[in-house]
């Protein structure tokens, strides 16, 4: 089917419409705005193999939601989002925006390595007239001092402040070889008493059936491209936090952290294949 004209979102300057990328997929996934027909003829293959692509990134996404409020409700003003994708569909801007009143303010910094990501979220901060308290970073999550370091990190963040530093569903495109707990490490010694550190992470978990197989599916196309998927189980991901107390409910699956509604029986099919949790720096 072609798509209408008048149905597609601007496009930023340079970026390649007629390839699906990554971040407009899973923005699409998210029921985003920021993705075209060829995002989501790729999404829909995707589906036909694991059904579950859509649910979990949708679960991924209120997990990320309710961190931010919880943050917010727990005074903290400074957001850090390491690999963000396109910022659209309740992303975090958008959440602080909505939570805090007229008078209140708060900053947040995106950081993605994929262009056509920063491209989207450019343009979509600019149109939203956003850049003044929020900012886009183009870096690679795995290089903290080059993310710490920026000029625009250093202009909106404030480390002698809490931060709430966000890696949410990144560290399974982050392998054995490129030293996981070190980049977690550099991160949480920037940060002062009282910040956050939130992850959520792929993961095999507790699932079985036709969905693990699913899934082992689709980590298997990502091991063919530049971006390959490593899944950690529960035991795997809690030494990232390192030691920091964590906030009630603990490792959890992402619906469980703090739920807000109930799980209809296909989002019940995609609890399993991830954890997450939440610490806070004593």
């Not at 923005?27 to 985003?32: E, P, Q, S, T, V």
């Not at 056509?116 to 956003?130: G, K, N, P, R, Y």
């Not at 000029?151 to 966000?166: A, S, Y």
């Not at 197989?213 to 091991?223: A, D, M």
Request: hydrophobic residues 40%.
């Amino acid at each position: 089917m072609t798509e209408k004209p008048d149905a597609a979102p601007k496009a930023p300057e340079g970026v390649d419409v007629e390839k699906p990328s990554a971040a407009r997929v899973y923005d699409w996934y998210l029921g985003g705005k920021q993705n075209w027909a060829v995002d989501r003829e790729f999404g829909r293959r995707v589906e036909k193999m694991w059904s579950l692509a859509r649910p979990g990134a949708k679960q991924n996404r209120e997990f990320m939601n309710r961190v931010v409020r919880a943050a917010l409700d727990a005074g903290i003003r400074q957001f850090l989002d390491l690999g963000s994708g396109v910022p659209t569909a309740g992303n975090v801007h958008e959440v602080v925006e909505a939570a805090l009143g007229d008078d209140d303010e708060a900053t947040v910094v995106y950081v993605d390595y994929e262009p056509v990501a920063v491209a989207h979220a450019t343009l979509i901060l600019e149109d939203e007239a956003a850049t003044d308290w929020a900012g886009i970073v183009q870096a690679d999550m795995r290089d903290p001092r080059a993310v710490l370091n920026d000029p625009r990190t250093r202009e909106l963040i404030d480390f002698d402040k809490p931060v709430c530093v966000m890696l949410m569903a990144v560290l399974h495109f982050v392998g054995p070889d490129d030293d996981p707990d070190g980049i977690v490490r550099a991160y949480r010694d920037k940060l002062v008493s009282g910040s956050w550190l939130a992850i959520s992470q792929m993961s095999e978990g507790d699932g079985s059936g036709p969905a693990l197989e699913g899934l082992r599916w689709f980590v298997e196309q990502y091991r063919k491209t530049s971006n390959p998927m490593w899944l950690r189980d529960r035991d795997e991901i809690e030494p990232f936090f390192g030691g920091w107390p964590l906030l009630e409910p603990g490792i959890t699956h992402l619906p469980d952290w703090r739920p807000e509604r109930e799980l209809n029986a296909v989002e019940a099919e995609a609890r399993p294949f991830a954890w997450c949790a939440v610490a806070r720096k004593p």
